[in-house]
């Protein structure tokens, strides 16, 4: 049991909280949130410089073979930041699919790509109707000659507008539940017979929904299939949820401060509203909760490689216990800075929308909960 | 006793429920069942529906044009309206400044005024808070000094809803600084044309712009638009916070959202099956929906004993702070249930008429802005921490 | 609709709160607490020549024929109280068992013993393993001669010890949890072949664990079966239920007074406690908790009269509420007296420990939710 | 990183266990396993075990008899025998006067007591809480007089667990009330014994008698057994409160009672089916399951910190405070897992070996009392307020 950082990895950390601190205040956030492709590729190209979208895959493909707690690092400062580039996406669910589904070419070709900030992936894997179940899969992949033939609906494909490589889960066999019969696809994602429409986020992100009609793909396109299939997505979803785990975290940490900082100025009846006994207890209870979340992100990270059992087990317990804690939050910092927290212009509502979307991607509460419980 | 409507109640709920099923247009009813935005003139033409009625003031005494109805009367016409999906009447002029002006106003500012009121002719706005001032209501700023014939009014009002909407704003005005902050505030009706008077929106961030900035820039208003004594108007303010307990639940409204967040769970399945046979969730429903059973009826205990004679007091809190949680309650289950349809963005989706397709089910657009939009319910009117306060020091003694 | 009582009941009402506040000090209650019959005989007496025993029994039995107002009434301040009397077991739920399910010549025997003080009832129907299911009935009636014989086992019957009948339900036929089948039985507490374990309960109440072994009755004894027992058992059950909700409120009440008080006189760092915002936001939640159960207990009252599904979901959302309730309450009493709550001296942990014996009887809050729902 | 033991913990781990397991006798391991009364006896017996085998004092520097364990070896330890059924080592002697001892207290004192702590010959209680001083301990009134050589100290302490087991205690006293009301105090040795002691049982409402009151009168102290200097109490008292933070969170003990609630609810049948597989009753035990998670995790975190170096802070008041909630929410589910088998009080059923067939299943006992009896838990030893208060000013700088 060792729960330190390394010194690699406080470095990385010193340089990721400075970047958010003073290179994306809110008002410059501002400007990619606002822009056509929601993010600024100027800063994904930062990021690349800095080693960030290599820092956690393999040096092999051009990374710097670090492990999830760079991702945890990483993706806690960025919620801290609200960051809005599509590192979760692409980097580390897009990474984790091909490093565990993938085969050698596609990983020697797409992995450097992604590392160097050259292109980025998406992954289409929620359907109308699937809810949070991965297997929920009604795209169907017929085999055509010496490829494949994709047809169906993907929703919600966090951006995919931005991504040069979509993966896609589509069915081979099986009803629209089955756990078996399920391939993942890698395409280009300006393949023929895609229709995209895109849209914002509640919480500024982008995403798509996705028609596949008759899209061609060849047999290459298929990176994996049969029964290895559904635990591959799984594997990768949860590496994802324990990365917006941390996510949240980071937010919770920035609600927290600056509500605390509220409460300190505020000034009502003659005295800072911290003063008040109620929002003392109330704060208190606040940063307990923040550090269960954090507790809990650093656990859900840690057990990323345990058997598969125990990884589900200690991802969803830290996703149920996030979401309850990042609604709590989300609702107390609202509430404590009175009428100014339902304003646009500061960034307090912006966190409390982004903690309400966090809550239930890759599964909510309840659904994590009973995942928990049933292993 | 007897929980049941009485024959005429019953004869007047069926009234009521057919009066609404006859006269609301079928447009803004369409809109209120989808969530979609109501404009300014969605409320006016329905308030005006109920004006050439008679309903359009039922808390007035009969002699201004109030309808002489019980308590428990109201209730039931409360009721039949929000559950015939009826927009809610806009309090600010009928619930709110009119009460004051019977109990306080001249003769010249009853005859001038509430007609305009009944009639829709003027809406009205709330000039309360101020960026210094938001639960501490007495350390108000905005100053009018005497000029002959005119206060000439500065300062700036906040979060008023609705204000870009307003022909008048009634605002508490600080007309004396040498006493404790509750004395020397006076109460004000203020031609919202009058020069000096700018309205700058403020964007929430659910991204609607239904509450504003006034700012007021040495605005003229003349003597005659005070309102009982100059000085006295916290007293006046204290009236209008504990004066309406009819509603203040909402719990009709709360029922038509549950209905609605039932019928979401219905369909929305989890592996096939409706979210709503889901143990968990259904529990979640249950609990909201007891709380709910609980609030009316204690709101009908309260409005029994107010028949009764009994005059309102600080109980009518508890309608408030439950009222607020069990709304933000339901807003919270109904954006949980919708899963990933939460996510998008899409602002159109609120206005009716849209040509686009709605993305996922065709409910789901406004439910996560609808569930941002309402943390406010628990700010706004009086913190439901200072709604706390209120029952630790008035009824508990503490 | 009228939520006003009628001035007889502000007589009921003056009277027992009188009495409770003068007469029933928790000192002098102890008395009857430790006592062989668990409560004081004389003050069953001056039940009855108060018209208590009566006020809500017809007037053709001896009572009075007042409505589960009055029940309502008595038992709020029951409940403040702590009263041991067996009022809730005795006239409310043998009462409703008799009225609803017996034969003319058993009412005409039995509900005058019950309005005059002469005799009480006892309702066995929990069996181990039943948890709150009254179907689940394992006791057996078996066709003997003219009459039955009854063989089974009965757990947690309240103040078997004290009562000259007992009801049972019994199986006539059918599987263990069937709703048909069932048939109860009336019977003098001493039968032969009955026997007794009693004990206290948590609460300072009494019950007993009962072993029916070839217990002979004769024909008469069965006072309903068929499709009618389990209706009449649980309009029975559900009338007793409203009844322990008005106790509950009472005992809220009570608890809350007491703890209001303490907050008022009790001094930490130089000034009453009461003064801490904290308590006071939390002594605000107690009194709408008790002011909720209180709109909730007169509403399950005013719906016993109403068609099944109405009632039982009214009695049922009452009961999940004051569960809740109950236990918050009772917690935050304890809390916030400190260590003083914790001790047998003072009266509020007693009032802890029924409000939490309340909280599953007649089934939890859990059990009625779903009950709840279900309708 | 890594969230496993390291190879040497792993094998520590092992030998504990096997320690445990092999040393812990069979009666002792039946009652705690049981819920059943643990007697003075029982304390005692599994101390000495500890002590011969040089275990007893974790916490303790090396040259006075502790281990030189690590942080982390510690919470091993601490597992191990919490989920070997070994009762816990009672604080008051061990984790409570020697740390003090050690640190403040001179040459004569360390050779006299510490190796009788060790022991488990003395048995310490605590005599810090008084009638009018609960959550404001500062304001204690229990006075000593300097007269001579000794101490003449008078007055009374409350809320005294297991004093009556006691053979000394340690008591805050005021020896000066001129100042602030922290200064003042002084930290005394008391011997139980000594003439004009009185100690009398506080029954508490679950029906158990562990707490006490001690009463002085005259008792006359050796002014040796003042420890460090003279009004310097509070400094000590302080340094206590905040010294420990192994096993504050009790993490394995509460995973121990999850077991036993997880078997309960799988034996307790609702219609047929086990109570477990209820979906809204599985929900509760996986929110108090994945809270015991967090709070194992954080406290693991903090000894991590600790390890590294870093000192003891007011964090710790997260272990205390998410630790009770989370035992008392175990409590509080078993209490609804047996349904009426919770009803019957049966005293008898506390004690090991007893004739009487059980009432209800022979787990159901020992829950109702453990419940009302587990509400201390947020009360005592600062309570959750406390806490908070402590968290607010001294974490977030309110």
């Known amino acids: 049991m060792d729960l330190r950082l390394s010194q690699e990895q406080e470095m990385i950390r010193d340089g990721v909280t400075r970047f958010v601190r003073d290179d994306y205040e809110f008002a410059t956030r501002r400007i990619g949130a606002v822009s056509d492709l929601g993010f600024r590729e100027e800063v994904w190209q930062q990021f690349a410089d800095l080693g960030w979208l290599g820092a956690a895959l393999p040096e092999e493909y051009g990374g710097f073979g670090g492990s999830a707690i760079e991702t945890m690092i990483l993706m806690e400062a960025f919620g801290r ?288 909960r009973k995942r928990f419980a049933a292993l | 006793m007897d929980i049941n409507d009485s024959v005429e109640g019953a004869k007047f709920r069926t009234e009521v429920r057919e009066f609404v099923a006859a006269n609301l247009p079928a447009d803004i009813k369409r809109k209120v069942d989808g969530g979609l935005r109501l404009e300014k003139d969605d409320y006016v033409r329905w308030q005006r529906v109920l004006f050439d009625k008679g309903w359009i003031a039922p808390g007035w005494p009969t002699e201004f044009g109030g309808t002489g109805w019980e308590p428990l009367q109201r209730h039931i016409f409360e009721e039949e309206c929000a559950l015939g999906s009826a927009p809610a009447v806009i309090s600010f002029g009928v619930n709110m400044v009119a009460p004051v002006i019977i109990e306080f106003g001249n003769d010249a500012q009853k005859e001038k005024y509430l007609p305009r009121i009944l009639s829709s002719e003027d809406w009205w706005c709330q000039g309360y808070s101020e960026p210094g001032s938001g639960s501490d209501l007495a350390s108000l700023q905005c100053k009018a000094v005497r000029d002959g014939d005119d206060y000439i009014v500065t300062g700036q009002k906040t979060w008023t809803t609705l204000a870009q909407y307003a022909d008048m704003i009634f605002c508490l005005v600080r007309t004396d600084n040498s006493g404790k902050k509750q004395q020397g505030i006076s109460f004000l009706l203020i031609d919202m044309k009058s020069p000096g ?146 996510h998008p963005w899409v602002p159109a989706a609120a206005i009716d008429g849209r040509n686009e397709p709605p993305i996922g089910s065709d409910y789901a657009a406004s439910i996560a802005p609808h569930y941002f939009n309402w943390r406010k319910a628990s700010i706004y009117g009086g913190s439901n921490e200072i709604q706390k306060n209120i029952i630790a020091k008035m009824v508990l003694g503490l």
């Not at chain 1, 049969?226 to 324990?242: F, K, S, Y």
């Not at chain 1, 909760?289 to 656990?299: D, F, G, I, N």
């Not at chain 1, 598969?308 to 910092?333: F, H, N």
């Not at chain 2, 592996?271 to 709503?276: A, F, I, K, S, T």
Request: aromatic residues 6%; glycine residues 10%; hydrophobic residues 45%.
């Open chain 1, 81 to 368: 930041g609200l960051v809005l580039e599509p590192y979760l996406w692409s980097v580390v669910l897009g990474g984790a699919l091909l490093q565990q589904g993938a085969t050698s070419a596609h990983k020697e070709q797409v992995l450097p790509e992604i590392s160097s900030g050259k292109a980025r992936i998406a992954f289409a894997f929620a359907e109308p109707g699937s809810r949070f179940n991965l297997a929920h899969i009604g795209m169907t992949a017929k085999k055509d000659g010496d490829g494949y033939r994709l047809n169906g609906n993907k929703t919600v494909v966090y951006y995919a507008a931005s991504a040069e490589y979509l993966i896609g889960s589509a069915r081979l066999g099986g009803a629209k539940t089955d756990r078996e019969g399920i391939a993942l696809f890698l395409l280009p994602s300006d393949a023929k017979g895609i229709t995209r429409r895109d849209y914002a986020t509640q919480d500024d992100q982008r995403a798509s929904e996705i028609i596949f009609k008759d899209v061609q793909v060849d047999a290459a396109a298929l990176f994996k299939c049969g029964d290895d299939a559904l635990p591959v997505i799984e594997n990768a979803i949860d590496v994802a949820t324990a990365a917006i785990c941390a996510d949240a975290v980071g937010a919770m940490g920035a609600l927290r401060e600056m509500t605390l900082e509220y409460l300190k100025t505020r000034k009502q009846f003659g005295r800072a509203i911290g003063e008040f006994q109620v929002l003392q207890h109330r704060m208190a209870e606040m940063f307990i909760l923040e550090e269960e979340a954090r507790s809990m992100a650093l656990r859900a990270a840690l057990m990323l490689d345990a058997p598969a059992p125990a990884r589900k087990k200690a991802v969803s317990a830290a996703k149920s216990l996030i979401a309850r804690a990042g609604r709590q939050i989300g609702q107390e910092a609202v509430q404590m800075h009175g009428g100014m927290g339902m304003t646009h212009e500061l960034s307090v509502g912006h966190y409390f929308k982004r903690l309400t979307m966090i809550g239930s991607m890759f599964g909510d509460g309840d659904f994590h």
């Open chain 2, 197 to 342: 008077i700018t309205v700058r929106p403020i964007r929430t961030f659910d991204g609607s712009a239904e509450i504003n900035e006034v700012h007021l820039e040495d605005v003229r208003v003349p003597v005659e638009n005070l309102v009982g004594e100059e000085h006295m108007g916290w007293t006046y303010a204290k009236f209008l916070l504990g004066h309406e307990r009819v509603g203040i639940a909402q719990v009709a409204r709360s029922k038509k959202q549950m209905q609605r967040l039932k019928m979401i769970a219905n369909t929305e399945l989890v592996d096939g099956e409706p979210l709503l046979s889901q143990p968990e969730f259904a529990a979640k429903i249950a609990d909201v929906e007891i709380g709910l059973i609980a609030l009316e009826m204690t709101e009908l205990r309260i409005l029994s004993d107010e028949s009764a004679g009994k005059a309102p007091g600080p109980e009518s809190s508890i309608l408030k702070i439950r009222g607020t949680e069990i709304q933000q309650g339901i807003t919270e289950l109904l954006i949980e249930a919708i899963g990933y349809d939460a």
